[in-house]
C-alpha cells in the first residue's frame, strides 16, 4: 500500500503565493506521474497539474502561467508552486500518485492523499 500525504495548503490573499507538498512513502513501487486535483463547494473534481517520472508536465488552462508543478523521482516526492492566487482558486487541492509495483509492474495504481485547504480571500 502507498500513502500519499499533501501540506502547504492555508489562508493566502488574492495575488499572494503557496506552495503544497506531496509526498508518496511505502515500499517496492515506482512513480509513474503525481498531480493534483481540486474540488470547490458544489463542483466536481477537476485536475490542476500533473507530471510524469520524465518531468513531462501538462496544466489546466485556468493555471497555466501562474502554477508550476515538479517532482523529485528520487524521493517520491512533489511540490505545487502557486503564484498570482485568485478567489478562485479556494478548494481543496487532491494530490495524487500513479504508481507501480515491482512485483507488479504491467498493473498500475493511484493513490490519494487526504486532501489540504487553499483559501484565497479577496
Known amino acids: 500500500q502507498v500513502q500519499v500525504v499533501e501540506s502547504g495548503g492555508g489562508l493566502v490573499q488574492a495575488g499572494g503565493s503557496l506552495r503544497l507538498s506531496c509526498a508518496a512513502s511505502?515500499?517496492?513501487?515506482?512513480?509513474?506521474?503525481m498531480g493534483w486535483y481540486r474540488q470547490s463547494p458544489g463542483k466536481q473534481r477537476e485536475l490542476v497539474a500533473l507530471?510524469?517520472?520524465?518531468?513531462?508536465?501538462d496544466y489546466a488552462d485556468f493555471v497555466k502561467g501562474r502554477f508550476t508543478i515538479a517532482m523529485d523521482n528520487a524521493d517520491n516526492s512533489a511540490w505545487l508552486h502557486m503564484n498570482s492566487l485568485e478567489p478562485e482558486d479556494t478548494a481543496v487541492y487532491y494530490c495524487?500518485?500513479?504508481?507501480?509495483?515491482?512485483?507488479?509492474?504491467?498493473?498500475?495504481?493511484?493513490?490519494w492523499g487526504p486532501g489540504t485547504q487553499v483559501t484565497v480571500s479577496s
Open positions: 495524487f500518485a500513479t504508481v507501480r509495483y515491482y512485483s507488479s509492474y504491467s498493473q498500475v495504481r493511484t493513490y
Open positions: 511505502g515500499s517496492s513501487f515506482s512513480i509513474d506521474a
Open positions: 507530471i510524469s517520472s520524465g518531468s513531462s508536465s
